[in-house]
C-alpha cells in the first residue's frame, strides 16, 4: 500500500524551532542598541565626572610646581613653591590655629549634639518639633548665621554683653581678643553645624534594642551607668565616624574666620584655608596656594583612607 500524503494540517502543524544560540536578527539588534544606550549614559557620567573632578585635582597638583599668576604665562619652578611654603612662618601658624580649632571642636562640637541626642531621645511627646528646633540652624544659609552671630557677640550692642551686664560681669571683647576669638569660632561653628548630628546621634539610638535598657535597670543601673555600659558600647561605631567626619569638617574651616575675624587679632584665627585663601586671592600667588591645597589633600587623603579602612571592616 502507498504511504498515506500527508494532509495540509500535518503539513502546517510543526512550528520552527528558535535557535537558542543565534538569535534572530531583530533581537541582536535591540540588544546591540540597549547596550549602546547604556555605554553612551555611562560615558557622559565619566566625562562628566573627570571634567569637574579629577581635571581640577590633577590641574591643581600641577600648579603646585608653577609660577602662576594669570596675568603671565606659567612657569615651572619644581619644588620652590613647596621650599617658600614651608618657609613661611605663618603656615605653621595657620595649621597650629587650625588644629587648635579642630582640638576645640571636638571637645564642643563633639560632645554637645551626643549629648543633645541623649536628651531628646527620652522625650516621648513633641519629638518631631524637638528635632526640627534642633537642625533649623543647618537650615539657614552660612553668611546669614555668620552675621548673626556678629551682633550677638558686638562689644558694645551685643546680645551676649548684655547678659553679662545683667549679672553685673565686665563685657568681653569676644572676636578682638587673641585668648577668645578662637572660643567664639568654635561656639558659631557647633551652634550652626550640630543639627546633621545630632539627628545621625538620634536615629542610632533608636536602633539599640530596648531590652538591654530594661535588663540594664534590673541590675540597678544608674543613668549614668545606663550610658557608659550600654549607649556608648552600642553606638560605638557611629561615634568613631562622626568623629572622623567632623576632623576632616573641622580642618577646612574657612567661612567663620572669614567673616568673623578676617584671621585676626594678631593672626589668632588664621586657619590653612584662609591663608590659602589669601595666597591665592590677595597676593596672588596660585603657585603657593596649589602647594598648600595639594599638603591639605594630602593629610585630609589619610584620615579618608582611615574612614574608608573602618567602614570596611564594619561592612
Known amino acids: 500500500m502507498a504511504a498515506p500524503t500527508p494532509t495540509r494540517a500535518t503539513k502546517h502543524s510543526a512550528k520552527p524551532q528558535k535557535d537558542p544560540v543565534h538569535p534572530p536578527p531583530s533581537g541582536r539588534r535591540r540588544r546591540i542598541r540597549e547596550n549602546l544606550t547604556a555605554y553612551a549614559f555611562l560615558g557622559a557620567g565619566l566625562i562628566c565626572f573627570a571634567l569637574f573632578s579629577w581635571y581640577p585635582i590633577v590641574r591643581g ?28 612662618p605663618l603656615f605653621a601658624t595657620a595649621w597650629k590655629n587650625t588644629g587648635y580649632f579642630t582640638l576645640l571642636a571636638l571637645v564642643f562640637g563633639f560632645a554637645a549634639p551626643f549629648a ?26 552660612p553668611i546669614v548665621t555668620m552675621l548673626l552671630w556678629r551682633w550677638f557677640y558686638d562689644p558694645g550692642p551685643g546680645l551676649f554683653n548684655n547678659i553679662l551686664e545683667i549679672f553685673h560681669l565686665p563685657a568681653q571683647q569676644w572676636l578682638e581678643s587673641e585668648n577668645l576669638a578662637m572660643v567664639s569660632l568654635v561656639l558659631v561653628s557647633t551652634w550652626a553645624n550640630m543639627g546633621t548630628t545630632t539627628l545621625i546621634y538620634l536615629a542610632a539610638l533608636g536602633s539599640i534594642p530596648g531590652e538591654q ?18 549607649t556608648i558600647p552600642q553606638m560605638r561605631f557611629i561615634l568613631m565616624i562622626t568623629l572622623l567626619l ?19 587679632p594678631n593672626d589668632a584665627t588664621v586657619t590653612v584655608l584662609l591663608l590659602l585663601y589669601r595666597y591665592a586671592f590677595v597676593y596672588n600667588d596660585f603657585g603657593m596656594a596649589s602647594a598648600m591645597s595639594t599638603v591639605l589633600f594630602i593629610i585630609l587623603g589619610l584620615f579618608a583612607a582611615v574612614y574608608l579602612r573602618l567602614t570596611r571592616s564594619k561592612g
Open 116 to 141: 543633645t541626642a541623649v536628651v531628646l531621645n527620652e522625650f516621648r511627646h513633641a519629638r518631631s518639633y524637638l528635632r526640627m528646633t534642633v537642625y533649623l540652624p543647618v537650615m539657614l544659609p
Open 61 to 88: 597638583l600641577l600648579l603646585g610646581f608653577q609660577q602662576v599668576t594669570f596675568t603671565q604665562p606659567a612657569t615651572w619652578v619644581g619644588w620652590e613653591n613647596y621650599q617658600r611654603l614651608f618657609d613661611d
Open 246 to 264: 567632623q576632623v576632616i569638617g573641622t580642618m577646612q574651616v574657612f567661612i567663620e574666620p572669614y567673616v568673623l575675624t578676617g584671621g585676626g
Open 213 to 230: 535598657y530594661e535588663a540594664a535597670e534590673l541590675d540597678g543601673a544608674s543613668i549614668r551607668q545606663r550610658l557608659w555600659h550600654v
